[in-house]
């Protein structure tokens, strides 16, 4: 009976792409002022927005994955992705574009 080496299978590691929802993270709340009318009315919520970044930190599309509830806030969470970009990127995205899904917060304080 020969003795066979164990076959071993090397499972390609996904990338770690969260320094690039970070770099937008931080970018997002430099610029974020509370829309007049939501904080007129009160309103909060958490808008998710699915932005798609190109490798050359330009947004090539944005949106609303899960509403705030609240059009004012769900319009403002994409126009403010529209002023975050184009970022300028630490590493190399390794493909032409990827998909970042991003919770942009309406507090009052």
């Given at each position: 009976?020969?003795?066979?080496?164990?076959?071993?299978?090397?499972?390609?590691?996904?990338?770690?792409?969260?320094?690039?929802?970070?770099?937008?993270?931080?970018?997002?709340?430099?610029?974020?002022?509370?829309?007049?009318?939501?904080?007129?009315?009160?309103?909060?919520?958490?808008?998710?927005?699915?932005?798609?970044?190109?490798?050359?930190?330009?947004?090539l599309d944005a949106i609303v994955t899960e509403s705030s509830g609240y059009a004012s806030l769900d319009e403002d969470a994409l126009k403010l992705m529209q002023k975050a970009c184009p970022i300028r990127l630490q590493h190399d995205l390794g493909q032409s574009h990827i998909e970042v899904f991003l919770p942009v917060h309406y507090r009052l304080e």
């Open positions: 009976m020969m003795n066979h080496p164990p076959i071993t299978r090397t499972i390609p590691s996904k990338p770690d792409y969260g320094w690039l929802k970070d770099l937008l993270k931080r970018r997002i709340m430099s610029l974020q002022a509370y829309p007049r009318l939501a904080r007129m009315q009160g309103w909060e919520g958490i808008v998710v927005v699915r932005a798609t970044i190109k490798n050359d930190g330009s947004l």
